[in-house]
């Protein structure tokens, strides 16, 4: 009752005023990057980064409007998703609302299901300030039928609304609440089929704590002037930093849930620089939650350059736990090596530092390269040492290729990636800082010790129907357990558990586990802002040091409305 009364008092607030130019991020999960990718790649807009994001919504206007003075140069398919977009963001492209519709108005209840109008429940602007009130509601099943899990299934119900509202033109408001219900399947059922979706297994009333109703938001309050030379965030979201094409090293939106964070950036031309200080959720090695867990990134990127053809990053992130907030890592303008060796205490190696490099290219029209390269630990002194003092150095590296109209295929695109991270890469000897947030990984969904040969094909067969596939091939030297699951031979396997055993840093050493994944998913939007999904996964484990084969099939039907 709370929290609806809250919602009602700020709804109110934000109704009488409403703004031209919108501050607001754009999740992660739109489909709108994919388009600003494709247009990127093939030369249609300058200066767009896929990986620094998400982006505000005033950002995308400006590159949508790029894209329609060059729509002659575009196929036919992508003239669809731009006029799409150019319903959806009209507000943010021309300060109009001739394509939108309002549930609370004469005609809104007879436009419930009209496809040529973006709809809101309700909406109001001025020259001073823009409001949008929507409602969201989502449908889902997950099954399974796997040899080590059984046959768990649930069928979800989610309900929420969402608030978003620009200020003056430089202060962005949003807010996305949902609460969720287990309409079907027990509690052992949530608990075997959550880490399909690092929301869910995030959540622990879902997991854990046998409730069969569950919630989540995200929600933040963003300050950018109409220039969008700096930009302040206080808030919750997700975020993406990295160049990788199926997946990336550095951070991920992927494997991990949201967090809470308060970000700066700042773009000057060519270059981008962004800094945040996170709050994160760990667990010390008894399993009992950290008073504090926090995550510092700094990123700094260049380019594209070189007429849009060349661009690299440098990433720094550090982790540190159970100690009140850090003021020498509040500071944005800092080298966080340097700051951890001068604020530990004498003789102590607590908290975890990363360093990072990627790079990405773009040759040709339709084709981009990218490469990057993570440093867990670098000891200059055994950098040649084949011995366990080689445990001092702990790289993971990932290569990769993007193509569009791949084959000569218009509207087909296909990407290939190879990553390797080393044993021990994102744990740390101590469990607090582990590179995780509620024990996920915050980078690679990949394991430590382990390599991957990802490929993915995905074609639109217009801007409302599409389709993916995509193939794991994966090799992983795991832990070795007792009956017990107690670890009797640590090989640098797991995130979680980083203290070393000893044994030099060998790549594939301990229990060797082939996989081979294969993940395809449909999408359509048969009405404007109703989607359905179906995804179905399946996974081979080969378990070669036993002889022993295990098979899961997962399926998917997610149907959602965006209102």
Do not use: C
């Amino acid at each position: 009752m709370k929290r609806i009364f809250y919602f009602f008092f700020i709804a109110a607030l934000l109704y009488t005023s409403s703004a031209f130019a919108q501050v607001e991020l754009i999740p992660l999960t739109h489909p709108v990057y994919d388009f600003l990718d494709r247009m990127f790649i093939n030369k249609i807009i300058d200066n767009y980064s896929s990986s620094m994001v998400p982006v505000s919504r005033r950002e995308v206007g400006k590159y949508l409007d790029q894209i329609n003075s060059k729509r002659k140069k575009i196929s036919s398919t992508d003239r669809k998703f731009l006029d799409d977009y150019m319903v959806e963001f009209e507000y943010d492209m021309f300060g109009t609302l001739k394509k939108s519709s309002e549930f609370f108005s004469k005609k809104g209840v007879g436009e419930l299901f009209f496809d040529k109008k973006q709809k809101y429940l309700l909406y109001s602007t001025d020259s001073n300030v823009s409001f949008f009130w929507d409602a969201i509601g989502e449908l889902r099943y997950i099954g399974m039928d796997s040899d080590s899990l059984g046959k768990p299934h649930v069928l979800l119900g989610k309900l929420g609304t969402r608030i978003r509202a620009t200020l003056f033109k430089s202060v962005g408001v949003y807010l996305r609440i949902s609460n969720g219900a287990r309409l079907s399947g027990d509690q052992t059922d949530a608990g075997k089929t959550a880490f399909v979706d690092p929301v869910l297994a995030s959540t622990r009333k879902y997991v854990s704590e046998g409730s069969k109703t569950f919630d989540s938001f995200e929600g933040y309050l963003r300050y950018a002037p109409p220039s969008d030379w700096i930009g302040l965030t206080v808030g919750r979201e997700s975020l993406r930093f990295g160049t990788g094409f199926i997946d990336n090293l550095f951070l991920s939106n992927l494997n991990s849930a949201p967090f809470d964070f308060i970000k700066l950036d700042i773009k000057y031309k060519k270059i981008k620089y962004s800094f945040f200080h996170n709050s994160i959720v760990g667990n010390d090695s008894n399993g009992a939650q950290l008073t504090s867990k926090y995550l510092v990134y700094h990123r700094l990127e260049i380019g594209p350059l070189f007429n849009n053809t060349f661009k690299i990053a440098f990433n720094e992130m550090l982790v540190y736990s159970n100690v009140p907030i850090n003021f020498a890592f509040i500071n944005p303008i800092s080298f966080l090596t340097s700051a951890d060796l001068n604020t530990e205490l004498p003789g102590k190696n607590s908290n975890n530092a990363l360093l990072g490099i990627d790079m990405q290219l773009y040759p040709v029209k339709n084709l981009s390269i990218q490469g990057s390269l993570l440093v867990d630990d670098l000891n200059f002194d055994t950098i040649s040492d084949t011995g366990k003092s080689s445990n001092d150095n702990k790289f993971a590296f990932q290569a990769g290729l993007g193509w569009q109209n791949a084959f000569t295929v218009p509207n087909l695109s296909f990407a290939y990636e190879y990553t390797r991270i080393d044993p021990y890469v994102y744990s740390h000897r101590e469990i607090n800082n582990s590179y995780s947030h509620w024990g996920l990984p915050l980078g690679h969904s990949l394991n430590p010790n382990s390599d991957e040969h990802a490929f993915k094909l995905a074609y639109n067969f217009g801007s409302r129907l599409n389709v993916a596939v995509i193939y794991k091939r994966q090799r992983s030297g795991m832990n070795e357990t007792d009956s017990l699951g107690n670890v009797i031979l640590n090989v640098g396997a797991d995130i979680l558990n980083g203290h070393e055993s000893g044994l030099k840093n060998e790549f594939l050493n301990g229990l060797r586990v082939d996989r081979n994944i294969v993940q395809a998913e449909l999408t359509w939007q048969p009405i404007r802002q109703y989607f359905l999904t179906v995804r179905y996964t399946m996974r081979g484990f080969d378990y070669t040091t036993q002889s022993r084969i295990l098979d899961e099939n997962i399926f998917q039907g997610i149907f959602r409305i965006d209102y």
